[in-house]
């Protein structure tokens, strides 16, 4: 474990579930060297779980172990356990032991943030989302004005805005089975695979995360948070219809038996009426063409010009002597 325990809130081996507020609301704090910085539930503590000792947001060195992601979180980035002091400018109190695994958890939507490689990252706390020009924020509280009232803002100019939160570090060891076994369906290999059977049918269906900004409808943040598994399947059994010893209920088998003598009848009368059509009807007619008294001239040279002629009686004369 960390070399610090003072700064271990945990442990979190229950899913935290904090108000719905906290997924959608965002507190502006001012502009830091053109970036406009906002912080998630900056000073709301009851956002995050309750640990063993008192939370302040205002400190990076704190972590729960061994602990979970609450609800509506996902692990973000896994923490180094190779830190090298001075590379950032800021040493921790404590470093990562080499036999603890600890990640990153940032509500769903938002990333981690990436100020330095991710082999010094041992104490990276913040989770952000970025936008770009022409996008909006919404639901944006800006202190300056105090109590003042939730706004848009729109992004101009070729700086991004950046949304930032404070984010959940987790640490366990092999050991911690309760983590041990939440982390195979958490992680993001394990929300990527994670498969559910459904008892009406024998098919196992691949889930698909969905992916939520964690802001309202109206935000269009650029954050790639990590999946939300969804609800599972509803698997409730269904109740078998009673039946008789041999398949069928005695309703059943009167049904088909009524049902044979309609279907009988119905052919007989039908095979009748189709004989007596075919007799009304007589044997069939056969065509037969004109007959003709005698045989047509039948010509036995060719011509060159056909000139028909009639057939007329022969006479013979004879000159006068």
């Known amino acids: ?51 063993t000792k008192t939370l302040n947001l205002h400190t990076g060195d704190r972590y729960w172990s061994p602990g979970i992601c609450p609800s509506g979180w996902t692990p973000a980035v ?8 001075g590379v950032s400018g800021y040493d921790p109190r404590w470093v990562i032991a080499s036999e603890t695994t600890a990640w990153l958890c940032c509500p769903s939507g938002l990333e981690a943030e990436d100020l330095w490689p991710s082999s010094y990252r041992a104490y990276t706390d913040n989770c952000r989302a970025k936008f770009t020009r022409g996008q909006t924020i919404t639901n944006v509280w800006n202190t300056a004005d105090p109590p003042g009232q939730f706004t848009s803002v729109e992004v101009t100019g070729t700086i991004p805005h950046t949304v930032l939160a404070k984010g959940i570090q987790i640490m366990w060891q092999s050991s911690d089975k309760v983590v041990v076994d939440w982390w195979s369906t958490a992680s993001p290999t394990g929300q990527a695979t994670a498969t559910s059977t459904s ?19 109206g935000d269009k943040g650029e954050g790639t948070g990590g999946i939300v598994t969804p609800p599972p ?17 005695t309703g059943a088998k009167a049904g088909v038996g009524v049902a044979a003598g309609i279907g009988a009848i119905g052919l007989a009368i039908g095979v009748y009426a189709l004989i007596r059509l075919l007799r009304a009807k007589g044997p069939p007619k056969t065509f037969r063409g004109p007959q003709h008294a005698q045989k047509p001239y039948k010509q036995e040279l060719p011509t060159a010009s056909n000139v028909p002629e009639m057939e007329v009686p022969r006479r013979v004369y004879e000159v006068p002597a």
């Open 199 to 217: 008892t009406r049918s024998s098919v196992t269906r691949t889930r698909t995360g969905t992916v939520s900004t964690g802001r309202q409808d």
């Open 1 to 51: 474990m960390p070399a610090s325990p003072s700064d271990n809130l945990g442990p979190l081996t229950t899913t935290f579930t904090g108000p719905s507020t906290c997924l959608a609301t965002t507190t502006w704090i001012g502009n830091v060297a053109g970036f406009y910085v906002a912080a998630f539930w900056e000073d709301v503590t009851e956002c995050y779980p309750t640990g």
């Open 78 to 85: 896994s923490l180094a356990t190779d830190y090298k002091p």
């Open 233 to 249: 399947i509803n698997t409730g059994a269904v109740e078998p219809v009673p039946s008789s010893s041999d398949g069928l209920s």
